[in-house]
């Protein structure tokens, strides 16, 4: 058995592989932060008065557009949160490197995919579902391998 010091060393490919994606999903939700910030300086909508500082800027709470973008992180924080700790503990456990290295691809190109079809790009669904529910059950699967291991 590895010891958890030696699985979370840089040789490590499924160590290297889940820091590279998420430092890729971490990249993306600053991303969408800055998505919505940028859209409300686009369409001169604020959510608080004090921003509103602009002369044709205004204070909405319900614009479509940015309303979109927030649901979108929203569901982000949801799930990538999830993975990060999860996805950390799998490392531990040794997993296969191919196996491993699959899941944490398909959490992070699907993350990256769900918001394209959300919230820049918007399809009908079942685009969204789809985008959502592979990294869903990817990290659901990567959960329950940690925690049969630990049982």
């Known amino acids: 058995m590895a010891l958890a010091i030696e699985l979370a060393k840089w040789d490590n490919p499924i160590f290297r592989s889940y820091v590279y994606w998420t430092g890729i999903l971490c990249l ?5 932060s800055a998505l919505t910030g940028l859209t409300r300086f686009a369409r001169m909508t604020f959510a608080n008065p004090e921003d509103a500082i602009f ?21 982000d924080m949801e799930n990538i949160f999830v993975f990060f700790p999860i996805g ?10 191919f196996l491993a290295i699959s899941l944490f691809r398909i959490i992070g190109i699907g993350r990256i995919i769900h918001t394209v079809v959300y919230a820049i790009f918007v399809t009908p669904q079942p685009s969204r579902l789809l985008a959502w529910i592979f990294p869903y059950l990817a990290t659901g699967f990567i959960t329950l391998q940690v925690i049969l291991y630990a049982a």
């Open 28 to 32: 993306k939700m600053l991303a969408m």
């Open 55 to 75: 002369s044709k800027a205004k204070v909405k709470y319900d614009d479509q557009r940015i309303e979109r973008f927030r649901r979108a992180h929203r569901n």
């Open 88 to 97: 950390f503990l799998y490392v531990l456990i040794n997993p296969s490197a």
